[in-house]
């Protein structure tokens, strides 16, 4: 998750510099995003990598704060008008992460979250 992420913000940030869109919108024939909306995006991907961090460290706020951040990329990516299915995709990831988290009945993840 902290992989992909980093890559996310990297290709955000690279895309930002050259000036260009993201490669997955030219090849679907999709009109590019604004330029506010990859902003955003790199923005949210830093604070996403923060809050996994904070997950690692066991805290249950950087769970919350993760789940934010898929709660603004749906935010954001309807307020660009882009697909619904983009929109949310940004939910997906911290809905994931509470499922594996419940695995282990007593001696699962959400129960070690400080």
Not at 28 to 45: D, F, H, N
Not at 83 to 105: E, K, N, R
């Amino acid at each position: 998750m902290l992989l992909a992420e980093a890559i996310s913000l990297i290709g955000e940030i690279g895309m930002k510099l050259i000036g260009g869109t993201s490669s997955l919108n030219s090849l679907a024939k999709l009109p590019p995003e604004p330029s506010w909306y990859i902003l955003g995006m790199t923005l949210l991907a830093g604070l996403d990598i923060f809050c996994v961090i904070f997950i690692f460290k066991w805290k249950k706020w950087a769970f919350y704060g993760s789940a934010l951040v898929g709660v603004g990329v749906m935010v954001l990516t309807l307020a660009a008008q882009l697909s619904f299915v983009a929109a949310i995709s940004g939910l997906f990831m911290p809905a994931i992460l509470y499922a594996v988290l419940q695995i282990g009945g007593e001696n699962s993840g959400w129960r070690r979250l400080r």
